[in-house]
């Protein structure tokens, strides 16, 4: 079992920033890759972006390239998302999701692909 927990949400103007960490612990493994969702009220649940274990790839929603850098610290077991240029229509509830891979660079972007989930931090961007 993977445990996560994420923080750093709050309420910002828009085109601020903010940063999202997502804390992983329990039975983590060499392998094990890391995305981030969210999720506005009376939406589906939406792809952000995904990082391999290496770190070395990443990828992103296309509402937030340029916007949004996913890394980690695999030190720390900890992921972060660094939000920049936020707008309004970023407002959610941003989620972390972990899953295992036998691969170290591979990644995944589907919400049905992940296994574990954090409870979620709310972003609020003002206009």
């Given at each position: 079992q993977v445990q996560l927990v994420d923080s750093g949400g709050g309420l910002v103007q828009a085109g601020g920033s903010l940063r999202l960490s997502c804390a992983a612990s329990g039975r983590t493994f060499?392998?094990?890759?890391?995305?981030w969702f969210r999720q506005a009220p009376g939406?589906?649940?939406e792809?952000?972006?995904?990082?391999s274990w290496s770190?070395?790839?990443t990828y992103y929603g296309d509402s937030v390239k340029g916007r949004f850098t996913i890394s980690r610290a695999n030190a720390k077991n900890t992921v972060y998302l660094q939000m920049n240029?936020?707008?309004?229509?970023d407002t959610?509830?941003?989620y972390c999701?972990?899953?295992?891979?036998?691969?170290q660079s591979?990644?995944?972007?589907?919400?049905?692909?992940?296994?574990?989930?954090?409870?979620?931090?709310q972003v609020t961007v003002s206009s």
């Open positions: 060499s392998s094990i890759a890391m995305g939406k589906e649940r792809f952000v972006a995904a990082i770190g070395r790839n240029s936020l707008k309004p229509e959610a509830v941003y999701a972990a899953v295992l891979l036998a691969s591979g990644y995944k972007y589907g919400a049905h692909e992940y296994d574990y989930w954090g409870q979620g931090t």
